[in-house]
């Protein structure tokens, strides 16, 4: 089955530099590929996704890019500020799956 | 719409006891989940179904119980509450595949003593 691999497990950057978080996946098949953000005590929520058809989308301050080939896509975080510290998620689900595959976290925190 | 919605918010049971976790979701989607999240770690799946009447197990099913008799309602069930079980459940849903956005609710934080 999928497995989706995600590092790194802890990161911490000065407000206003960028943050990247890595996923990898197994499955060639995979094709959306989701990410969540999660504030402490609070429920995972979407923050952006992508599908196999496209390299990159972005979002304001945050983007994805996904390399097919080498099997990983990306979070990238620019002009980072306090309020996007937290514990983001990646997933990987094939198409047509009954299930979302996550990676096991990065909790990232933005220093003043 | 109100979205995903769990109750209870919080609650502290003894061990042995039981007890079944609520989750209803308003935007008529067929797949919903139950995930469980110890402190500090990731989303493990415990039950999925994929429409009213399908359930079927997760990575970590033991100890607990799942029915999907409308698609509205996922309540899970813990029948002899052990202290292993102490966590956060989060309640989800998506539309109509696995490979669609995830729908959350604000889950429910349970403690087994």
């Known amino acids: 089955g999928e497995n989706v691999e995600q590092h790194p497990s802890t990161l911490s950057v000065q407000e206003g530099d960028s943050a990247v978080i890595k996923c990898t996946y197994s499955?060639?098949?995979?094709?959306?590929f989701p990410w969540y953000k999660q504030e402490l005590g609070k429920r995972p929520q979407l923050i952006i996704d992508?599908?196999?058809?496209?390299g990159e989308k972005k979002d304001q301050r945050i983007a994805v890019t996904l390399n097919k080939t080498a099997k990983h896509f990306s979070l990238h975080i620019t002009e980072t500020q306090p309020e996007d510290s937290a514990v983001y998620f990646c997933?990987?689900?094939?198409?047509?799956?009954?299930?979302?595959?996550f990676g096991q976290g990065t909790r990232l925190t933005i220093n003043p | 719409n109100a979205g995903v919605t769990q109750t209870p918010k919080f609650r502290i049971l003894k061990i042995g006891q039981s007890m079944t976790l609520q989750c209803t979701q308003d935007?008529?989607?067929?797949?919903m989940y139950w995930y469980r999240q110890d402190p500090g770690m990731g989303l493990k799946l415990i039950y999925y179904s994929v429409g009213a009447g399908i359930t079927d197990k997760g990575e970590v099913p033991n100890g607990y119980n799942v029915s999907r008799s409308t698609t509205e309602d996922f309540p899970l069930r813990l029948e002899l509450a052990a202290p292993s079980q102490t966590s956060v459940y989060f309640c989800?849903?998506?539309?109509?595949?696995?490979?669609?956005?995830?729908?959350f609710g604000d889950g429910t934080r349970l403690s087994i003593l």
């Open positions: 989800a849903s998506s539309p109509a595949r696995g490979d669609q956005p995830q729908h």
């Open positions: 997933a990987a689900s094939i198409e047509g799956a009954q299930k979302l595959v």
């Open positions: 499955d060639s098949a995979s094709n959306y």
């Open positions: 992508i599908r196999s058809n496209v």
């Open positions: 935007m008529n989607h067929n797949y």
